[in-house]
C-alpha cells in the first residue's frame, strides 16, 4: 500500500501539462507499456512513439489485428477540435477524440508517460482529458542569416515541435528561397521548390501546417544588392524594397506564386514588413509626401493580399507598424492577422494586445526566444517575456502563438534555443500559468527523455551567466559581441572590471563536469550544443581574465626591468605563454562549433563563421610573437617599452 501511494503521488513530468488528470486503480508497480497498435494508426503518432521509446530502450510500436491492439482509437464527435481523451490501464491505451490531430496529441502524451523502474519501464493508470489553450503553436526559425537547416534537421525540428503539440512551422525567408525564375539572390544551398514542397508535405504528416513566412518590403538587402533587382531599392541597394516601383511588384509576384505552389494551400502566409523606417526617403518619397506614409504602407499589404489571397492563405505581418500608427488597421484587409512581436521582459503586454484588438483585427502573439547574438539563450529574459505574452494572449483570447527564434549574427544554434521553445509551446497549449519551476521539473524527462534535473538546472545556469557578462549599461550588450572582442579591447576590460569572472567561470565549468559525459537518450545534440554554449563562456571569462593578468605582468617587468633580471624574464614569458594558450581556446573550439553546426544546418555560412576562431588564433599567435620580440629587445639591451608599443602592431594590423 506504502508504494501504491508513493506512485500515486509521483509527479508526471509531462510537457504539456494536461488540462486534467485523474489517477486510476493500478498495480503496484503500474501497468504495463502498450506497444501495440492497428495498421491503420496514425503513422506520424508511431513515428514519434518509435522514435522516443527506442532511444530509451522501451522498444517499438508492432502492429497487430484491430481487435487485439493495446492501442486503440475511437472518435468522439463531442470532443473539441484538436481535444482528446487518454485512458491508460491493464496494459491498454484508449484514445478518443474529434479528429486526427487530438488523437495525435494524445499519443503525444502516451509517449511521455512511461517511467523507469525496479520493474522495468512501465506506465502510470491514469485518465487524461486535454485539449489546447490557444488554436495556433507555430514556431518562426530564422533561416536566412546564417544557419540554414539541412533538410534532415528541419524534419527533426518538425518532429519535435509536433511532439510538444505546436502545429504551425514558419521559415523566415528573405532571400534563401531559390526562386526557377530569380535564382540570383539566393545562397547556392538554399531552399529549393521541391525542397519546400517535401518540407509542407512533411510537416503535414505531422499534423503541422507549414506557414511561408516571406520578407517583402524590408529586411530585403540580399536581393536588392543583386544589380538587376537594384532599381527596386528604396535607397541604392538599400534595406527596403520601395512598393511604388514596376519590378517590386512584378519579382515579388514570381516569389509569392512560387512558394505558394511549393507549399500548397497553406492557412496563412507571413509577409514581413516590419522595420520599414526608410519609407519615403528615397523612390517612394513623392509618394509618401502626397499620400502619407501610413497610407503608402498600407497599399504594399493589400497588393500582397492580392496575390496571396487566391490560394485561401490568410495574409500575416508584423505589428510594429500598426503600433506606430494604429489607424493603418483601416486600410488593410480584414482578414490580415497581426503578429504582435514583442521580446523584452515587461511587466505587461496589454497595451500592444488591446491595439490591435481595437482595431477588430485578429492576432498572434509572439515571444521570443532570446538567442540572438548570444552564445547560449537569455533564459530570464526568454521565460519572463513567454510566460507574460502568451497569459495575456490566452487572456484576450488571441489566435495563437508565433514564437520566435533569431540568428541576426548568423551563428548561433537552432539546438541551443530548445529551453524557451518548448516552455513557449507548453505555455500556450495550457489553460492556466505555466511556472517556470514547473517547466523545469519536467522539462529534463519530457524532452532527454531522463529524470536528470541537472538538464535543467545547466540550462538556467547558462542563463546565469550570460546575465553575469552583461552587467546594466555594458559597452557590449551580447556575449557573441564580447566572445569576439579583442583580448585587449579597452571597453571590453571596462565591462569585465564590474564582472565577477571567477563567478562566471565556475558555473561554466560546473556546467561543463555535469554535460561533459551526458548522452541523454533523447536530443543529445542539444546537451552537446550547452557544453559547447559553457566552453565558450568559460573561454570568454579566461580572456578577459587573460587581458588584466597579462597587463599586470608587463606592468610588474617594467617596475623590475633594471633591477630583477629573472622576473622580467618570467613574467615576459608568461605574457607570451597566456598569448599561446589564447590561441588554443579558439582552435579547440572551432571543430566543436562546426560540428554543432553541421550536425542541424548546411554548410554555407559556417565557413565565415570559423575564420573567426582561425583570425582570433592568430592574432593571439600575433601578439605571442610580439611579447617574443620585446623579450629579445629586452635581453639585449635591459630595456622595455610601454605595453602600447608592443600591442599596438597587432592591434592596427589590417585583417
Not at 245 to 259: K, M
Not at 327 to 340: A, F, R, Y
Request: proline share 7%; hydrophobic share 45%; aromatic share 10%.
Amino acid at each position: 500500500m506504502a508504494l501504491l501511494l508513493a506512485i500515486a503521488a509521483t509527479a508526471l513530468h509531462l510537457l504539456p501539462q494536461p488540462a486534467r488528470i485523474e489517477r486510476l486503480p493500478c498495480g503496484s508497480i503500474g501497468s504495463p507499456v502498450p506497444k501495440t497498435a492497428a495498421a491503420d494508426f496514425d503513422p506520424a503518432a508511431r513515428t514519434e512513439l518509435d522514435e522516443r521509446w527506442n532511444a530509451q530502450g522501451i522498444g517499438s510500436v508492432r502492429t497487430v489485428a484491430p481487435g487485439v491492439a493495446a492501442i486503440s482509437v475511437r472518435t468522439d464527435p463531442s470532443l473539441a477540435p484538436q481535444a482528446y481523451r487518454l485512458t491508460v490501464a491493464s496494459g491498454r491505451a484508449s484514445i478518443e477524440s474529434a479528429d486526427a490531430a487530438g488523437a495525435f496529441y494524445a499519443a503525444m502524451t502516451l509517449a511521455q508517460l512511461p517511467a523507469r523502474s525496479a520493474a522495468g519501464w512501465t506506465i502510470p493508470c491514469v485518465r487524461i482529458e486535454d485539449g489546447p489553450a490557444l488554436r495556433w503553436r507555430i514556431l518562426s526559425d530564422d533561416v536566412s542569416r546564417g544557419p540554414l537547416p539541412t533538410m534532415r534537421y528541419f524534419e527533426e525540428r518538425i518532429r519535435t515541435i509536433a511532439a510538444f503539440k505546436m502545429n504551425g512551422y514558419s521559415p523566415y525567408m528573405e532571400h534563401v528561397f531559390v526562386s526557377p525564375t530569380d535564382p540570383l539572390p539566393a545562397p547556392l544551398d538554399g531552399i529549393t521548390p521541391a525542397q519546400l514542397h517535401a518540407l509542407a508535405a512533411y510537416a503535414a504528416r505531422f499534423h503541422v501546417a507549414l506557414i511561408p513566412e516571406q520578407q517583402s518590403f524590408a529586411h530585403m538587402h540580399n536581393t536588392l544588392r543583386v544589380e538587376r533587382y537594384a532599381s527596386a531599392a528604396e535607397l541604392p541597394h538599400g534595406f527596403l524594397l520601395a512598393p511604388n516601383v514596376s519590378i517590386s511588384q512584378e519579382y515579388l509576384g514570381r516569389i509569392v506564386a512560387q512558394e505558394l505552389a511549393a507549399v500548397g494551400r497553406p492557412p496563412f502566409f507571413h509577409i514581413g514588413s516590419d522595420e520599414t523606417s526608410t519609407l519615403g526617403l528615397g523612390q517612394t518619397q513623392a509618394d509618401v509626401a502626397a499620400n502619407g506614409r501610413s497610407q503608402v504602407y498600407a497599399q504594399h499589404i493589400v497588393a500582397m493580399n492580392r496575390l496571396i489571397e487566391p490560394s485561401g492563405a490568410r495574409l500575416m505581418l508584423w505589428d510594429d507598424g500598426i503600433e506606430n500608427d494604429p489607424g493603418i488597421m483601416k486600410l488593410i484587409p480584414d482578414t490580415s492577422v497581426i503578429v504582435n512581436w514583442h521580446y523584452a521582459a515587461e511587466a505587461s503586454f496589454e497595451r500592444y494586445i488591446q491595439t490591435i484588438a481595437r482595431g477588430g483585427l485578429e492576432q498572434m502573439v509572439a515571444p521570443g526566444a532570446s538567442n540572438w547574438n548570444e552564445i547560449f539563450p537569455d533564459i530570464d529574459t526568454a521565460l519572463v517575456n513567454e510566460r507574460r505574452f502568451i497569459d495575456e494572449g490566452k487572456a484576450a483570447r488571441v489566435l495563437g502563438l508565433f514564437q520566435t527564434v533569431w540568428h541576426d549574427d548568423g551563428e548561433t544554434l537552432y539546438e541551443a534555443t530548445w529551453y524557451p521553445v518548448i516552455y513557449a509551446a507548453a505555455a500556450a497549449w495550457q489553460h492556466g500559468d505555466l511556472q517556470p519551476a514547473q517547466f523545469a521539473d519536467d522539462f529534463p524527462s519530457a524532452f532527454f527523455g531522463v529524470d536528470d534535473p541537472r538538464y535543467s538546472a545547466d540550462a538556467q545556469a547558462l542563463g546565469t551567466v550570460l546575465r553575469t557578462f552583461e552587467p546594466p549599461d555594458p559597452t557590449y550588450g551580447q556575449t557573441d559581441a564580447l566572445f569576439w572582442a579583442d583580448v585587449f579591447d579597452q571597453p571590453a576590460a571596462a565591462q569585465a572590471a564590474k564582472v565577477d569572472l571567477r563567478a562566471a567561470r565556475l558555473t561554466a565549468e560546473h556546467v561543463e563536469e555535469d554535460l561533459y559525459s551526458a548522452r541523454p537518450p533523447l536530443h543529445a545534440n542539444a546537451a552537446s550544443v550547452m557544453l559547447l554554449a559553457a566552453r565558450r563562456y568559460d573561454a570568454l571569462g579566461r580572456k578577459l581574465q587573460i587581458d588584466s593578468e597579462v597587463r599586470a605582468m608587463y606592468a610588474d617587468a617594467l617596475a623590475h626591468a633594471a633591477t630583477d633580471r629573472d622576473r622580467t624574464l618570467r613574467d615576459l614569458f608568461w605574457s607570451r605563454y597566456w598569448m599561446w594558450e589564447l590561441r588554443d581556446a579558439y582552435e579547440d573550439l572551432a571543430p566543436l562549433y562546426a560540428r554543432a553546426w553541421q550536425d542541424e544546418s548546411r554548410d554555407g555560412h559556417l565557413a565565415s563563421n570559423l575564420e573567426r576562431y582561425h583570425l582570433a588564433a592568430q592574432k593571439a599567435i600575433d601578439y605571442a610573437d610580439a611579447f617574443y620580440r620585446v623579450t629579445r629587445q629586452y635581453v639585449n639591451s635591459n630595456s622595455l617599452p610601454p605595453l602600447s608599443d608592443v600591442l599596438s602592431p597587432v592591434t592596427s594590423a589590417p585583417r
